[in-house]
């Protein structure tokens, strides 16, 4: 567990020194730019924080913390945390939320770490793509009564089928780098919820990662309560 919180941590040190390295760099400095960036510096060290907290939490075992949730809200906290590492690798992230979502029942935290880790797969995609075609679109839409199903669309390579077949196992990675754990605790978490995970490709270019998300019912969590009382 430390050495996946401390990766994450220090990729987004790194980031965050290359993003002011490059505004610094350019003339003009775009001054809005580099104010958008310290505070996301500030922002996210907060925010780091917290989630390896609960990252260590889940490989724990610990009791997860459910409450309803304002979906809109709980992703724009995690494309806010990912500004900028866009900025830096030239994405557009742009948000398709239906406004009448209803709230959902989850744990705040590891929600956003689900997406947080989707996004960073589909930023990684499209690292070789032109760069006006980076674009990643992150929608959200009520599944019935009972879901809430989120997408991560890119418009990077797409996925052979056996990487579909095999991308949620664990250590199994489609990088060159070394082994991911990612998206496996992403569905780990995802099933922890009560929901699932999967991905497609899209028909003309990348893939699409999605995952659901039970819709909050009061009588669910005062059920957990009752049952926790009587442990």
């Not at 809109?72 to 398709?96: F, K, Q, T, W, Y």
């Not at 929608?139 to 991560?152: F, H, R």
């Not at 999967?198 to 039970?214: M, S």
Request: proline share 4%; aromatic share 4%; charged share 30%.
């Amino acid at each position: 567990m430390r050495c996946i919180a401390g990766g994450r941590r220090g990729r987004a040190a790194r980031t965050r020194t290359r993003a002011r390295s490059s505004f610094l760099a350019a003339n003009p400095v775009d001054l809005e730019e580099v104010r958008e960036i310290l505070k996301d510096i500030v922002d996210d060290n907060s925010r780091a924080g917290e989630v390896i907290r609960r990252m260590r939490s889940l490989v724990k075992k610990e009791e997860l913390q459910f409450a309803p949730l304002e979906l809109a809200g709980v992703i724009r906290d995690v494309v806010m945390i990912v500004h900028s590492d866009a900025i830096l690798r030239n994405v557009r992230v742009s948000l398709e939320l239906n406004p009448g979502l209803p709230p959902v029942r989850g744990d705040r935290v590891q929600l956003q770490q689900v997406l947080l880790n989707l996004l960073l797969n589909a930023f990684d995609a499209m690292k070789d793509r032109p760069v006006n075609e980076r674009q990643v679109v992150v929608q959200a839409e009520a599944d019935g009564a009972q879901m809430v199903t989120i997408a991560v669309r890119d418009r990077g390579t797409g996925l052979t089928g056996d990487k579909l077949a095999k991308i949620f196992q664990p250590f199994y990675t489609t990088k060159r780098d070394g082994l991911s754990m990612g998206l496996s605790i992403s569905r780990s978490i995802v099933e922890a919820h009560g929901g699932r995970i999967w991905a497609e490709n899209n028909p003309d270019r990348g893939a699409t990662f999605y995952f659901t998300v039970p819709i909050f019912e009061e009588l669910s969590l005062d059920t957990e309560s009752a049952e926790r009382t009587t442990k």
